[in-house]
């Protein structure tokens, strides 16, 4: 409140001198004044210039789990490590995983998180946007939610296009939409998703939509780790004129991991 | 004889360096390969191993937070923080794995809510963003506590990597390696008077990048 009341009265006293209206003692005042709220905003500037240029590592940090926020969204509520732990199911849940890990324990890495980091880079590397060139007759079912999804999965809008084609695929079976209702869930890390859509559909494309399901099908294993399954796809596509290319150096690359 | 001498020392050398290697390649998808890369691409702030983590762990950390009666926004803060406090331990060499990353980083996480709850109740009345932290007083949890809160620093790191040269050089090197002017002076082959001027022209350019850096985002 008293700086406040402090910078209003220098307001009204620059206001003033300004206006002539000061005699030549308080003109020297508020001059002094001036220069010492100058003087003390230089040394706060200064404190923060070094402060940001000792600490410019932690800072970068900062700024990459930022921009990581901005694209890739705050995980929605319910994607928790643990659930609220009052109901009796979780509690025989937590004591059934415990037996499993007093049995298992030595498996335990396995089942952290990171166990697959070098898989998951791996195909991070070699995912991309499948081209929307697979056309799809008509089936009885409305195209709009076809054509909305397909819309924004043009326009990398890829919750967007999840949401459309997972409607239509749901009505409509399509296995054209369900591939590219997979490559979204993919492209948008929902592996699990993915891997369930693709397991789905996979059977029923036919050339080359097949051999692009297959592809993206073994990303989706290498994302969550199952290296086999993944390696499995990936040694029938060898041969394929148009991946076996790409299949052969991941496989390669799979091995050097 | 030298040269069985030499054989005899050797041998068991290298049959222990082959069973390594064997014991190494039966555990192709192990624990330590897998992590010594993660913690590599850490150290090396990889923008792609810090999307890994954030998509595996961020779900966890966030959930956490909310489940305390954490809002969104402490939810962001408590992310940061802990990347943060996880890229500084495994950088100085403080994170030692046994086999317990997940358990670690969820550990860091109820850490740093519990701390943030109990700073809030010693000091109810602050507001989140108005206390500001003198760096050189506290330690290395506060400090990442006073970076992850305080706006204006973030925007001024932003603003340093936009001021083009030679006001970044100058900068740097007057306050950071707190080089004298005159040194300054003599290495960018400025006259003293004038460097004096640039320092304060630098000065002025990059307050006003961060005021327009502010006043673009939502970090105010």
């Known amino acids: ?257 | 004889m030298t040269f069985c001498l030499a054989y005899l020392v050797t041998i068991p050398k290298v049959r222990h360096n082959r069973m390594k290697i064997k014991s190494n390649k039966s555990n192709s998808r192990s624990m330590p390969n897998n992590l010594n890369a993660l913690t590599n691409g850490l150290i090396q702030k990889d923008p792609e191993t810090f999307r890994f983590l954030y998509r595996q762990y961020a779900g966890m950390i966030t959930g956490h937070v909310r489940k305390n009666n954490g809002s969104e926004e402490d939810a962001k803060e408590v992310l940061q923080i802990v990347m943060m406090q996880l890229w500084r331990a495994v950088k100085d060499g403080r994170y030692v794995e046994e086999g317990k990353f997940d358990q670690y980083l969820y550990q860091l996480a109820a850490n740093t809510w519990r701390e943030e709850l109990r700073r809030r109740r010693n000091r109810p009345v602050v507001e989140l963003d108005a206390y500001d932290i003198n760096v050189e007083d506290k330690t290395q949890e506060q400090l990442l506590h006073a970076l992850a809160k305080d706006h204006y620093l973030e925007a001024m790191h932003k603003g340093l990597s936009q001021l083009e040269p030679p006001c970044n050089r100058i900068i740097e090197l007057f306050h950071l390696q707190q080089v004298s002017l005159q040194k300054v002076a003599e290495e960018m082959e400025y006259n003293y008077d004038n460097l004096r001027k640039r320092i304060f022209d630098c000065r002025k350019k990059l307050k006003k990048i961060v005021e327009k850096i502010l006043d673009n985002s939502t970090l105010k």
Not at chain 1, 6 to 29: F, H, I, P, V, W
Not at chain 1, 73 to 92: D, E, H
């Open chain 1, 1 to 257: 409140m008293q700086g406040l009341d402090s910078d209003y009265r220098l307001q009204e006293q620059l206001q003033k001198l300004a206006l002539g209206e000061l005699d030549e003692e308080e003109t020297y005042s508020v001059i002094e004044h001036h220069k010492l709220s100058l003087i003390k905003e230089q040394i706060e500037f200064n404190n923060k210039l070094m402060r940001v240029l000792r600490n410019k590592d932690v800072l970068d940090v900062k700024m990459l789990v930022t921009s990581l926020i901005i694209e890739e969204g705050l995980p929605k509520p319910g994607t928790r490590f643990f659930s609220s732990g009052n109901r009796w199911s979780v509690w025989i849940l937590g004591l059934i995983i415990s037996t499993g890990l007093l049995i298992g324990g030595s498996q335990l890495p396995y089942f952290q998180k990171w166990s697959h980091y070098k898989e998951y880079r791996l195909a991070q590397k070699y995912l991309s946007p499948l081209e929307n060139v697979v056309f799809t007759g008509s089936n009885g079912v409305s195209n709009q939610d076809l054509n909305t999804g397909m819309d924004a999965y043009n326009r990398q809008e890829y919750s967007t296009a999840i949401l459309h084609l997972g409607r239509y695929f749901a009505a409509s079976k399509d296995p054209n939409a369900g591939l590219y209702l997979a490559v979204s869930c993919l492209l948008k890390n929902n592996n699990r998703q993915a891997t369930a859509v693709f397991d789905n559909i996979v059977g029923k494309l036919e050339t080359p939509a097949l051999q692009w399901g297959q592809w993206y099908q073994s990303l989706a294993h290498l994302k969550e780790g199952n290296t086999e399954a993944a390696s499995e796809i990936l040694h029938s596509l060898k041969d394929d004129p148009m991946l076996g290319e790409s299949a052969s150096k991941l496989l390669i690359e799979l091995i050097k991991n």
